[in-house]
């Protein structure tokens, strides 16, 4: 394809592909997969797992859809990620899509989530009932807070993941910020490993402060484990600080590799 035609044909191809994608979030989910979620609220025995695996299946088919709609876009995602158990995950941050990707991986998960989500009518009570964690824990949400981290223990112990963006926010740049403490709080409570993984180009894909899909981009997403991480929290010589310069130094070395 010659430069004119890309010049033309990419806005299109971006405009079109993006319309199909945010129509399977405002279309297929209130039509088809609302009536699964009422039911599995109504009838399943654990409402809170089965929750967590219709997000993971939904997600599953976003990115289905992205690898049919985009074909220049390929998924790269390491073998050993389907084998990661009663952890908590920590993962640089680059685009809107890095959540949902990981959702996409782990049947059985938890995340924190913006707490404002949690006042949004029916998409609060969703990612109540998934066992999500608010990322604050003023006002009415203090108490829900409470009962997800005393309730964490169990739920890692069972083979559940916790996964958890410690920047907090997405990278403009591709460069690791400071990493918040709060994954590396519940991951002593919990006494669980941490695993750090690292996300590549999805912010090519759906870049930060884009509304479009780059559609005619040729692009590899990719996720990797970096390394599992098993602190001995019960020795004196452990603190969160080392750990958390442990994960942000094994995240920079990664990022300063080449794509």
């Known amino acids: ?38 039911a599995a609220y109504m009838f399943s025995e654990n409402c809170e797992t089965s929750f967590q695996q219709l997000n993971h299946k939904f997600c599953v088919g976003f990115f289905f859809l992205i690898r049919i709609f985009i074909p220049a876009q390929k998924l790269r995602i390491a073998d050993e990620l389907g084998s990661i158990r009663s952890s908590v995950i920590v993962c640089n941050h680059q685009s809107y899509l890095d959540p949902l990707l990981l959702i996409s991986l782990f049947p059985r998960h938890k995340t924190i989530v913006k707490s404002t989500f ?71 409570l919990s006494r669980t490993p941490v695993n750090v993984l690292y996300i590549r180009n999805t912010n090519k894909l759906f870049t930060p402060g884009r509304f479009l899909f780059n559609t005619m981009v040729p692009n590899t997403i990719s996720i990797e484990l970096i390394d599992r991480i098993d602190p001995e929290y019960q020795s004196d010589r452990f603190s969160i600080a080392q750990l958390i310069s442990q994960v942000h130094s094994l995240l920079e070395t990664q990022e300063a590799k080449n794509p």
């Open 1 to 38: 394809m010659n430069r004119l035609s890309h010049k033309y044909l990419k806005p299109v191809s971006d405009l079109i592909v993006t319309l199909l994608l945010w129509g399977y979030f405002s279309l297929v989910f209130p039509i088809i997969f609302t009536p699964v979620y009422l």
């Open 118 to 188: 949690f006042r949004v009518p029916v998409f609060g009570w969703m990612l109540k009932q998934a066992g999500y964690v608010p990322s604050t824990s003023e006002g009415k949400l203090s108490e829900l807070v409470i009962e997800r981290i005393d309730t964490m223990d169990g739920y890692l112990a069972s083979g559940g993941n916790l996964f958890i963006f410690p920047e907090g926010t997405r990278s403009r740049d591709g460069t690791i910020g400071r990493l918040n403490k709060g994954a590396f709080k519940i991951a002593k």
